[in-house]
DNA sequence: CTCTATGTTTAATT
DNA sequence: GAATTAAACATAGA
């Protein structure tokens, strides 16, 4: 492995620091794992790589010697059967993150406060519960805690709400078991169907939700107007009729 | 020019 | 101290 650009925190702009490069050249990947939206990359001898796309941050696989993608932050060439393949983080926003520890280091905090995988962890409704309870925040909110559940975000809490009838502003503290039970399904049930899509579309942007991004559109099970509101700072799509508040 | 955006962190306020 | 809210980060695209 080569590496240049980016050390730790905000993929740093001007002068990329040199921490990046030198904790992974030469060095082997032996590993990887995916926790909700982070990925850690086990480095030969000892430490990790931590990536996170952000908004709008993507790896992408160049040819060896391609000239540098429009918004390119970091460069990774691996040589593999002898022949080098260049990987190049890009991110419009820098919102990403690109995290290289070194030897002595271990996992970052960002890594190990997450909550259980959805997907790789299974989700049941009585981890749901705990959290809910005597919690006045939206369950929505809550969704989208990562200390919560990892990897769930904007597009798939307003979808599991949807799918599970339940207004996205109701407090957690409010929720009975049966609409706790009936969260998780919708979690996991748009997890799946965002999945299914993609198999099928494809990585690129998806269109194919039933609320999110539609308000002011009739709802797709009972044809209400789509109302909107913030929570959390995060645009929040429900229908007002089949998400009853609790 | 104005507004919004698939996310998280941190400061300020209640 | 806990919880909530606003602001910040940086840029594209409508």
């Not at 032996?30 to 909700?36: A, D, L, S, Y």
């Not at 696989?61 to 390119?72: D, I, N, S, Y």
């Not at 060439?77 to 190049?88: C, E, K, M, Y």
């Given at each position: 492995v080569?590496a240049a650009a980016c050390a730790d925190a905000r993929l740093a702009r001007p002068a990329p620091p040199r921490a990046f490069a030198s904790a992974l050249a030469?060095k082997?990947f032996?590993?990887?794992?995916?926790?909700?939206k982070w990925l850690r990359l086990d480095v030969?001898?000892g430490g990790h790589v931590f990536s996170h796309l952000g908004?709008?941050g993507?790896w992408?696989?160049?040819?060896?010697?391609?000239?540098?993608?429009?918004?390119?932050r970091a460069r990774i060439?691996?040589?593999?059967?002898?022949?080098?393949?260049?990987?190049?983080y890009?991110d419009?926003?820098r919102f990403g993150r690109l995290i290289a520890t070194g030897a002595t280091d271990d996992d970052i905090p960002e890594w190990t406060e997450?909550?259980?995988?959805?997907?790789?962890?299974?989700?049941?409704?009585?981890?749901?519960?705990?959290?809910?309870?005597?919690?006045?925040?939206?369950?929505?909110?809550?969704?989208?805690?990562?200390?919560?559940?990892?990897?769930?975000?904007?597009?798939?809490?307003?979808?599991?709400?949807?799918?599970?009838?339940?207004?996205?502003?109701?407090?957690?503290?409010?929720?009975?078991?049966?609409?706790?039970?009936?969260?998780?399904?919708?979690?996991?049930?748009?997890?799946?169907?965002?999945?299914?899509?993609?198999?099928?579309?494809?990585?690129?942007?998806?269109?194919?939700?039933?609320?999110?991004?539609?308000?002011?559109?009739?709802?797709?099970?009972?044809?209400?107007?789509?109302?909107?509101?913030?929570?959390?700072?995060?645009?929040?799509?429900?229908?007002?009729?089949?998400?009853?508040?609790?």
């Open positions: 080569t030469g082997r032996t590993g990887v794992m995916r926790k909700g030969e001898g908004m709008t993507d992408v696989r160049v040819p060896a010697g391609a000239p540098e993608p429009r918004f390119e060439d691996v040589l593999r059967r002898g022949r080098t393949s260049s990987v190049r890009v419009a926003r997450l909550g259980p995988d959805p997907l790789a962890d299974g989700l049941e409704a009585r981890h749901l519960s705990k959290a809910f309870a005597k919690s006045r925040r939206a369950v929505k909110e809550i969704l989208m805690d990562q200390r919560v559940l990892a990897g769930v975000g904007n597009i798939l809490a307003t979808e599991a709400m949807w799918m599970a009838r339940i207004d996205p502003r109701s407090p957690g503290a409010s929720l009975a078991l049966v609409d706790t039970r009936a969260i998780a399904k919708g979690v996991r049930r748009a997890i799946a169907l965002e999945l299914a899509e993609r198999k099928k579309y494809g990585a690129t942007a998806l269109d194919s939700f039933f609320v999110y991004g539609r308000a002011g559109e009739p709802c797709p099970r009972c044809g209400t107007i789509l109302s909107s509101v913030v929570l959390g700072g995060r645009t929040t799509v429900f229908c007002s009729t089949c998400q009853p508040r609790r």
